[in-house]
C-alpha cells in the first residue's frame, strides 16, 4: 500500500461539477450501519486503478478501501454511471477543442484462449453511440 499524502486529483473541481449528480446516493439506510464512503473519493480511486493497471490490492491507504472502490465500480459499471460520466467530460473536452479526432483509434487487449482454441475467432466489434 502506499502514502496517505495527498495525490494530484484525477477529476478537477470543476469536472466533478458536470458530473456529481451521476454519483449522488441515495438517503442512508433506516437500519443503520456505517456512512457510506464519499463518491468522489471512490471514483479517485477506481481511476488510480485504471491509470496504473494495478489489482485492486494495490490501491494505495489515501483512497478508499479496496472491497469498497471494487463495489462502486461494479455498481456504477452495471448502472452506466460510468459511461455516462465519460460521456459528459468527453462533450465539455470536445466543446473546448481538446480533443484531436484525427488521431482517435480504438485500442484492445488480446490474449490466448483459456481453453487453448486451435483457431482463431472473429473478433467482436461493438458499436459505441457517439457522445458528441
Known sequence: TG???????????SQWKLIQDLFEDGPPSAEGGRPRVDPRACLEGILWILKNGAR???LPDRYPSPATC???HRDWTESGVLFEAWRRLLRLMDRRKLLDWSQAMGDGTF???KKG?????RPKRERVPSSC
Open 117 to 121: 482454441g486451435l483457431r482463431l475467432a
Open 111 to 113: 490474449s490466448p484462449a
Open 70 to 72: 471494487w463495489r462502486r
Open 3 to 13: 502514502s496517505r499524502t495527498a495525490p494530484k486529483s484525477f477529476v478537477s473541481d
Open 56 to 58: 485492486w490490492q494495490d
